[in-house]
């Protein structure tokens, strides 16, 4: 007879999400998470087969986190305005010292390897698509757009923000915001 599990999956990703966040997928052991999750290996491999599951279990947990500030931007009728605000609500977001600094994604796709397991990659790809996506569609709400245009403007915001994720880990609120007003100068 199986053993009933004495934890609730949820909150042990959610720490194992706030772990990878603060020290990164490389850097994170597997006896580091035992600690943070407060199970053992045992119960680890059993639930999330590796320590990939637990990452890939985490990004899906980030993914819900980034989603309270990703609604208005996917019901925003302004366009570049509503993205210039999530660009800021992104700041706010990164520098809650309850989740950690900058953004996991971002964190993640800057350190890993080469080697890396590529199915982590493909989740890292997937994630920043779908954000470029919100992004192309915010613009799409602006009058005399061409497609092409669009989607050249979504890869620079796209790569702007993958910037700007970084970049909230080490700089100044004003020095950030600066860099948002300079993002959307002329956009």
């Known amino acids: 007879m199986a053993r009933k599990k ?3 999956e949820d909150e042990v990703i959610e720490k194992a999400m706030r772990l ?3 020290n990164g997928y490389e850097t994170t052991s597997m006896q580091m998470l035992e600690k943070e999750m ?3 290996k045992f119960s680890i491999y059993s639930s999330f087969g590796s320590k990939n599951g637990v990452f890939l279990e985490s990004i899906k947990c980030y993914k819900k986190k980034l989603n309270d500030i990703l609604i208005p931007l996917k019901n925003t009728t302004n366009g570049v305005e509503g993205l210039k605000q999530y660009f800021y609500d992104f700041i706010a977001f990164s520098k809650d010292e309850h989740f950690g600094k900058g953004c996991l994604i971002t964190n993640a796709a800057n350190e890993l390897q080469e080697d890396a397991d590529p199915e982590i990659k493909a989740e890292l790809r997937k994630f920043t698509a779908e954000i470029r996506n919100q992004f192309a569609l915010a613009l799409q709400k602006e009058k005399n757009q061409d497609p092409n245009t669009i989607e050249k403007k979504a890869d620079y915001f796209i790569i702007s923000m993958f910037g700007l994720a970084s970049a909230s880990r ?3 609120k004003s020095q950030l915001d600066n860099y948002i007003e300079n993002i959307f100068t002329n956009s």
Request: charged share 15%; proline share 0%.
């Open 170 to 172: 080490v700089f100044q």
């Open 20 to 22: 990878f966040w603060r």
């Open 6 to 8: 004495e934890y609730n």
């Open 38 to 40: 407060g199970i053992n």
